[in-house]
């Protein structure tokens, strides 16, 4: 099994993520932000690594993507779209607060852009929230225009996922090259999943969707089970392998990776990812216990103390990086890993970070969003 060594720190092992993120936003409007050191560190990934803060002034930013001249969108735990600029310059641009959920875990949770059939004008835009009204996810598609950067106009929810608990949403979107998304969805919360959601495939809980939104209506199918909290997933600049972050919940934290071919038809096999007969690759229901069948193991695992929750992920120099919300270290492991793989440390962001997603530019720049600062900062690796 693959380890993160902790530091001599102790911190509470528990996932409790965006209520910690508005705990944090709290405090980091009561305070200065603390400064971000930019001094290069040693990194095993064969380069030296630093940070550099690129924007400030986002409360509780949740997910990003960057837009075709290089610039960000934005999305905030309260539902409002923020535009930054190349030159770090904030915006807001929308607002979707008055059909979101704002406590605990619960926010605005994805943002991703359509790219391929953009225009000069406009820009299609995925997000997905819990919803006001009735604490469903929803998945919902905007309008961006370019000049200047304003969503126009939302859809109604193109799917919606029925939850029974508060917690473990999930809700992170992936674009694929011929329209389609991928969607996250976490088991909704609970301890040890009590429903056993995520192995039922009546169920949408704990569960990677194929959303096809190219159908009127939509359509929607499971691509993978065995999923306690997908946070963030990643595809890589090839197109041809999704990476998972998944939250566990006492114990373990784990990476795991599936290939784009294994969704291409209704009939391919459906990956079990184990969750909760397994927490990591380790038995979480019963000792012994037998891994389901199509199970896929981890690429790699680590345990708390000081990490607690998994912060995914950005594929770029032929890396996977990844980061946690309690430890607050950056780590990488090549695309090639196989399963059991150790993470390699890359640098530290320093304790009054809490990082709540990873992403990489299209140019193979690697950015990270910080709920403890309300910052997008940018991973600088030597070349």
Same mark, same amino acid.
């Given at each position: 099994?693959?380890?993160?060594?902790?530091r001599p720190?102790t911190y509470?092992?528990?996932?409790?993520?965006?209520?910690?993120l508005?705990?944090?936003?709290?405090?980091?409007?009561?305070?200065?932000?603390p400064?971000?050191?930019?001094?290069?560190?040693?990194?095993?990934?064969?380069?030296?690594?630093?940070?550099r803060?690129?924007?400030?002034?986002?409360?509780?930013?949740?997910?990003?993507?960057?837009?075709?001249? %290089?610039?960000?969108?934005?999305?905030?735990q309260?539902?409002?779209?923020?535009?930054?600029?190349?030159?770090?310059?904030?915006e807001?641009?929308?607002d979707l607060?008055?059909s979101?959920?704002?406590s605990g875990?619960?926010?605005?949770?994805g943002?991703?852009?359509?790219k391929?059939?953009?225009?000069? *004008?406009?820009?299609k835009?995925?997000?997905?929230?819990?919803?006001?009204?009735?604490?469903?996810?929803?998945?919902?598609a905007? &309008?961006?225009?370019v000049r200047?950067?304003? $969503?126009?106009?939302?859809s109604?929810?193109l799917?919606?996922?029925?939850?029974? *608990?508060?917690?473990?949403n999930?809700?992170?979107?992936?674009v694929?090259?011929?329209?389609r998304? $991928?969607?996250?969805?976490?088991?909704? @919360?609970?301890? %040890?999943?009590?429903?056993?959601?995520?192995?039922?495939?009546?169920?949408?809980?704990?569960?990677?969707?194929?959303?096809?939104?190219?159908?009127?209506?939509?359509?929607s199918?499971?691509?993978?089970?065995?999923?306690?909290?997908?946070?963030r997933?990643t595809?890589?600049?090839e197109?041809s &392998?999704?990476?998972?972050?998944?939250? %566990?919940?006492?114990?373990?934290?784990?990476?795991?990776?599936?290939?784009?071919?294994?969704?291409?038809s209704?009939?391919? &096999?459906?990956? *079990? !990812? @184990?969750w909760?007969?397994?927490?990591?690759?380790e038995?979480f229901?019963?000792?012994?216990?037998?891994?389901?069948?199509?199970y896929?193991?981890?690429i790699?695992?680590y345990?708390?103390?000081?990490?607690?929750? $998994?912060? @995914?992920?950005?594929?770029?120099?032929?890396?996977? !990086?990844?980061?946690?919300?309690?430890?607050?270290?950056?780590?990488a492991?090549?695309?090639?890993a196989?399963? @059991?793989?150790?993470?390699?440390?890359?640098?530290?962001?320093?304790?009054?970070s809490?990082?709540?997603?990873? !992403?990489a530019?299209?140019?193979?720049?690697?950015w990270i969003?910080?709920?403890?600062?309300?910052?997008v900062?940018?991973?600088?690796?030597?070349?």
């Amino acid at each position: 099994m693959g380890m993160i060594r902790p530091r001599p720190q102790t911190y509470k092992a528990s996932w409790v993520l965006l209520a910690a993120l508005l705990a944090a936003s709290l405090l980091w409007g009561c305070a200065p932000a603390p400064s971000v050191s930019e001094e290069p560190s040693s990194s095993p990934v064969g380069t030296t690594a630093s940070i550099r803060i690129h924007a400030s002034g986002i409360p509780n930013p949740t997910d990003a993507d960057e837009l075709p001249d %290089g610039s960000l969108i934005v999305g905030a735990q309260d539902g409002r779209i923020f535009h930054v600029a190349k030159n770090g310059t904030v915006e807001k641009i929308g607002d979707l607060s008055s059909s979101v959920i704002n406590s605990g875990e619960r926010g605005l949770l994805g943002v991703a852009l359509e790219k391929a059939d953009a225009t000069p *004008n406009e820009l299609k835009m995925y997000a997905t929230y819990i919803r006001r009204s009735d604490g469903d996810t929803v998945l919902v598609a905007a &309008t961006l225009s370019v000049r200047p950067y304003r $969503i126009l106009k939302v859809s109604e929810p193109l799917i919606a996922i029925a939850h029974y *608990n508060t917690n473990h949403n999930g809700g992170d979107i992936v674009v694929l090259p011929d329209g389609r998304l $991928i969607v996250s969805a976490g088991d909704s @919360g609970g301890s %040890g999943d009590p429903l056993n959601a995520s192995q039922n495939l009546e169920s949408n809980l704990g569960k990677l969707l194929l959303v096809d939104v190219r159908q009127a209506p939509t359509e929607s199918r499971v691509i993978a089970r065995g999923l306690r909290n997908p946070w963030r997933i990643t595809l890589d600049p090839e197109r041809s &392998t999704l990476w998972i972050a998944d939250v %566990g919940q006492d114990t373990i934290e784990e990476v795991d990776r599936m290939m784009i071919s294994e969704i291409g038809s209704p009939s391919a &096999t459906i990956p *079990n !990812f @184990g969750w909760p007969i397994l927490e990591g690759n380790e038995c979480f229901r019963k000792n012994p216990c037998t891994p389901p069948r199509d199970y896929l193991a981890p690429i790699a695992t680590y345990r708390h103390g000081p990490a607690c929750s $998994i912060i @995914g992920g950005a594929v770029a120099r032929g890396q996977y !990086f990844f980061a946690d919300y309690c430890d607050t270290r950056v780590f990488a492991l090549p695309l090639g890993a196989a399963v @059991g793989s150790e993470p390699a440390e890359v640098l530290s962001l320093g304790d009054a970070s809490r990082p709540s997603a990873l !992403f990489a530019s299209e140019d193979g720049r690697i950015w990270i969003l910080d709920v403890g600062r309300g910052q997008v900062l940018e991973l600088v690796l030597a070349p």
